[in-house]
T-cell receptor, first 112, second 115 residues
Framework: GENVEQHPSTLSVQEGDSAVIKCTYS??????FPWYKQELGKGPQLIID?????GEKKDQRIAVTLNKTAKHFSLHITETQPEDSAVYFC???????????FGQGTTLQVKP | GAVVSQHPSWVICKSGTSVKIECRSL??????MFWYRQFPKQSLMLMAT?????????EQGVEKDKFLINHASLTLSTLTVTSAHPEDSSFYIC???????????FGPGTRLTVL
């Protein structure tokens, strides 16, 4: 069945450094790849997404890259700040069902 | 824009009782809503897809008679956990899809504790 693998499970960086989280998906029909940030006790918040017709997308300090051939996509956060500390989830979706398949999550800790 | 609310934010109930959770899209119409369950330190697991005016589609292993879903309008879906047991204690999160482009916006979640 569809599967999304996410790595690493935990990531600790110093404030100002970059953080990279990687995901691999199994369903070649997937065409929508969102990233969510979840703070403790809250629902996930969409931070950036990319569609299969684009290789890279950037929004201020956040960027996402997609390699369709290898079926993997990555989240890049530059100039990290303590408020970036949270759990980040990647997901993949096919256009027909709209169902999101989530990765296992990455706990990011940004040390001041 | 694209705000989704859930009510209640938390609920504590006795074993054997039923609990209803509401999910509303506040500023857009959602023909499709999704219900997820999340256990501590784990990912979101899709329970069911809720389509306005039709029966929900449940994921494998999710009991449809235990988790009743109703999507009566384009802005409201409800999840009723029937005859709740302690193992049903979890964080339940809904999302609403912005029509036509697969973007899902999530509610703040409902913490259910069954004693």
């Amino acid at each position: 069945g569809e599967n999304v693998e996410q790595h690493p499970s935990t990531l600790s960086v110093q404030e100002g450094d970059s953080a990279v989280i990687k995901c691999t998906y199994s369903d070649s029909a997937s065409n929508y790849f969102p990233w969510y940030k979840q703070e403790l006790g809250k629902g996930p918040q969409l931070i950036i997404d990319i569609r299969s017709n684009v290789g890279e997308k950037k929004d201020q300090r956040i960027a996402v890259t997609l390699n369709k051939t290898a079926k993997h996509f990555s989240l890049h956060i530059t100039e990290t700040q303590p408020e970036d500390s949270a759990v980040y989830f990647c997901a993949a979706s096919r256009g027909d069902t709209g169902k999101l398949i989530f990765g296992q999550g990455t706990t990011l800790q940004v040390k001041p | 824009g694209a705000v989704v609310s859930q009510h209640p934010s938390w609920v504590i109930c006795k074993s054997g009782t039923s609990v209803k959770i509401e999910c509303r899209s506040l500023d857009f119409q959602a023909t499709t809503m999704f219900w997820y369950r999340q256990f501590p330190k784990q990912s979101l697991m899709l329970m069911a897809t809720s389509n306005e005016g039709s029966k929900a589609t449940y994921e494998q292993g999710v009991e449809k008679d235990k988790f009743l879903i109703n999507h009566a309008s384009l802005t409201l879906s409800t999840l009723t956990v029937t005859s709740a047991h302690p193992e049903d204690s979890s964080f339940y999160i809904c999302s609403a899809e912005l029509a036509g482009n697969n973007e899902q916006f999530f509610g703040p979640g409902t913490r259910l504790t069954v004693l």
